[in-house]
Nanobody, 126 residues
Framework: QVQLEVSGGGVVQSGHSLRLSCVAS?????????MGWFRQAPGKEREFLAGITSGGTSDHADSVEGRFTISRNNAKNTVYLQMDSLKPEDTAVYYC???????????????????WGQGTQVTVSS
C-alpha cells in the first residue's frame, strides 16, 4: 500500500500564491512512479492539473499552464505544486496521486493513478 500526506492548502486572496506538498510512503511505492495533482470543485469532475515522472518530465493542463508548476524531490518521495496568480475559479479540493510509470496521455487521467491523498481545500477569495 501507498499512503499520501498532503499539506499546504488554505484561504488566499486572488492573485496570491500557495504551495502544496505531498509526501508518499509505503511498501508498494516504486522509485519510477509518476506523481500528479488533480482538483475537484463542487458539482464537477476531478480535473487533471499536472503530472511528473521520476525523471522530471512534467505536463500541465492548459487551464493552469504558466501559473502552476509541479516539481518533485525523489529522495524525499515528495511532490509539490506551486500555484501562482490564483483566481477564485481555482477554489477546489486538491488531491495528489501516485501512478505507475506511463505515457503522458495516461498521466493525465485518474485511471493512471493507483493511490490518492486525502485532499486539501484551497479557497481563493476575490
Amino acid at each position: 500500500q501507498v499512503q499520501l500526506e498532503v499539506s499546504g492548502g488554505g484561504v488566499v486572496q486572488s492573485g496570491h500564491s500557495l504551495r502544496l506538498s505531498c509526501v508518499a510512503s509505503g511498501r508498494s511505492l516504486r522509485s519510477n512512479d509518476n506523481m500528479g495533482w488533480f482538483r475537484q470543485a463542487p458539482g464537477k469532475e476531478r480535473e487533471f492539473l499536472a503530472g511528473i515522472t521520476s525523471g522530471g518530465t512534467s505536463d500541465h493542463a492548459d487551464s493552469v499552464e504558466g501559473r502552476f508548476t509541479i516539481s518533485r524531490n525523489n529522495a524525499k518521495n515528495t511532490v509539490y505544486l506551486q500555484m501562482d496568480s490564483l483566481k477564485p475559479e481555482d477554489t477546489a479540493v486538491y488531491y495528489c496521486a501516485v501512478g505507475r510509470r506511463s505515457n503522458v496521455a495516461t498521466m493525465r487521467t485518474t485511471a493512471g493513478y493507483y493511490a490518492w491523498g486525502q485532499g486539501t481545500q484551497v479557497t481563493v477569495s476575490s
